[in-house]
């Protein structure tokens, strides 16, 4: 999954996602941003269901002023865990006040 086109001010922010993982194991992500990998995600199991949604965070991460390119890709054998929700949150912010709030219905292809 990827997403162009990300401005935000330069800083420190943490990518919140809200997940599922129906599977026994972790389902992890590698992030990548502006093309340099940056941190694994390991998204847990959410108990064998995957209608049981979870929310897991990235260590924090480097943002450019201007445009950010964010990708995310599988880290592991089993694929990654269905995500419908990513937040980018300033590090230290308060998570009701995100930055972008992306629907990951229509991520860029």
Not at 30 to 52: C, G, M, P, Q
Request: net charge negative; aromatic share 8%.
């Amino acid at each position: 999954i990827e997403w162009d086109n990300v401005d935000v001010k330069e800083g420190e922010y943490e990518l919140i996602f809200r997940y599922a993982n129906g599977g026994r194991d972790p389902r992890p992500l590698r992030i990548y941003i502006n093309a340099v990998s940056t941190d694994v995600v390991a998204f847990e199991s959410t108990d064998k269901r995957w209608h049981l949604w979870k929310h897991t965070k990235s260590a924090p991460l480097s943002l450019h002023q201007g445009t950010n390119t964010i990708r995310l890709r599988v880290a592991g054998d089993a694929g990654g865990p269905n995500l419908d929700q990513m937040i980018i949150l300033p590090l230290g912010a308060d998570p009701n006040d995100p930055v972008i709030l992306s629907d990951l219905a229509t991520p860029a292809p």
